[in-house]
């Protein structure tokens, strides 16, 4: 409409134009024509038709403008994350949801192993009482049964039990069936930290995309903010340019009808840059939910590795503790405590764990054992070629029980630092000292750490080693995780080579 208009308006121009380039043409003088007092030329009166001509085209003449256009803002609740956006948004809250529920599995059970613990500690505690409540009759009744000798020899070995010895021990089935459960699930629960590593990386390196497109997309909506802007402020300026050619409409209606359809442009770029910018803003939005979310994650993860490790702490001390008063008393021992030892050994994770060959049947050495009516006193005498009497047929399994016996009756663990030759394992030791790593955390950037070094340096650099990007947090903020299947192993390596315990 507006290009036919301005395609009309120039052809009535020219028509107006045409006769004036006419008379300007005409070289020679028309005749003179006489009316009354003055004298008209034949030009005169061309001259005069034109300017009725042009007076009538100007009070016939119909000026028009192109209509503006009117933009709605577009409401908040209308815009929704689209394409990719929508994809990644999608894709990463289902993956977090999926951590959660996990992390919400695993403190169900991790609460369940707790109860369980509880259980057993309250019900050897009461069977510990009533023991400790009968001990002096029992006492009185095997030392009558004894010779005095016997008597003499128990209350020197008693009384060189150390602390353990005093408590009574809770009876070695009971401890055996107990040990085994809790053994079960704490081995549950190493091996969920043994995968935490695994989670942590891939979370570690959806937090820094996710940081990444939080970034970008903020860059973009300070990009496309300013550009509104621009738009904005050149649309200001196409309206006022607008409202000063309106009082001179006759003369510049075309450049009018120009600057009218600029404006239409630009506010149309303006409200399509506006969308663009609220839809920015949403993907903004919706990406820092996404990261505080996997922050949150990671957080809970942390705090899941720290309760297991506690709590499996506390069971193995647990075990640990009532495995060394049953120590404490070997003498004591009746041919089933003594095979019930040999069972723990075999299969709890000590540091005085033997590995028994396939040949072995621990059932059937309890019951040659108990035929040969040995207890506790006679351990001493218990050479390889005893074991191999009592069921014990290959030689390996032989000497690993002597040695464990041998190290029990010297009051075990007292036990020897020399030197050797071993060497630190490169994996065992901080990047940063290259000594061997006491706390074993994971960076951010996905690398261990001893946790003092690593905390001095990023205070000191407000940086990770080998990058230049700086930290976006404080240094008291940044997260570590508990690399705890590497802690395990180095802490099985210092049990094995006790000589590095105290190595700075």
Known sequence: ???????????????????????????????????????????????????????????????????????????EDEIVLTGG??????????ELKAHS?????????????????????????????????????????????????DSDMKMSEMSTGGDACNEVPVDSKILLRQTRNLSNLTTMHHARTAIIPEFIVPLNEMRTDLKKKVKKCQQSVTETQSQQKEASEECSKLQKERTELRSQIQLLMQELNRVIQAENRMKARAAR???????LEVEVSSFQQ???????????????????KATCGTVNDYVTKQWQIQESVWTQWNGEDIVNYLHYLNFAECDRKIKLSNQVDLEEVRKQVISAQINGRMLPKMTEGRWRDVGVEVLEDRMQIDERIQELMRKYPLRGCKDDDVE?????????????????????????????????????????????????????????????????????????????????
């Open 85 to 94: 956006a929508l994809l990644d948004y999608t894709g990463t809250h289902s």
């Open 424 to 504: 630190i394992p490169a994996q065992f030791k901080c990047p940063l000292s290259g000594k061997l790593m006491r706390d074993a955390v994971i960076a951010p950037n996905n690398v261990t750490y001893d946790r003092q070094n690593i905390e001095l340096y990023v205070a000191e650099y407000n940086r990770f080693p080998h990058t230049e990007e700086e930290l976006e947090c404080d240094a008291d903020d940044v997260l570590y995780f508990d690399n705890i299947g590497l802690q395990t192993e180095i802490e099985m390596f210092v049990a094995q080579h006790p000589q590095f315990r105290y190595v700075q």
């Open 1 to 75: 409409m507006a290009h036919t208009n301005s395609k009309r308006q120039r052809t009535r121009s020219e028509a107006l134009l045409k006769p004036r380039k006419q008379q300007n043409s005409q070289k020679k003088p028309s005749p003179r024509l006489q009316s009354g007092n003055v004298a008209l030329t034949t030009a005169d009166i061309s001259n005069l038709k034109n300017q009725v001509y042009d007076l009538q085209s100007r009070l016939n003449r119909s000026y028009t403008e192109d209509p503006l256009t009117e933009t709605e803002p577009v409401a």
């Open 101 to 149: 529920e996990k992390l919400e599995q695993w403190n169900t059970n991790l609460k369940e192993t707790k109860a369980k613990f509880n259980d057993y500690v309250a019900l050897n505690r009461l069977k510990q009482t009533a023991l400790n409540d009968a001990e002096p009759t029992l006492l009185s009744a095997v030392w009558q049964e004894d010779e005095k000798e």
């Open 273 to 279: 840059l506006e969308y663009e910018r609220k839809m």
């Open 290 to 308: 996404l990261l505080d979310g996997n922050n949150s994650v990671l957080q809970a993860y942390k705090e899941c590795a720290k309760e297991i």
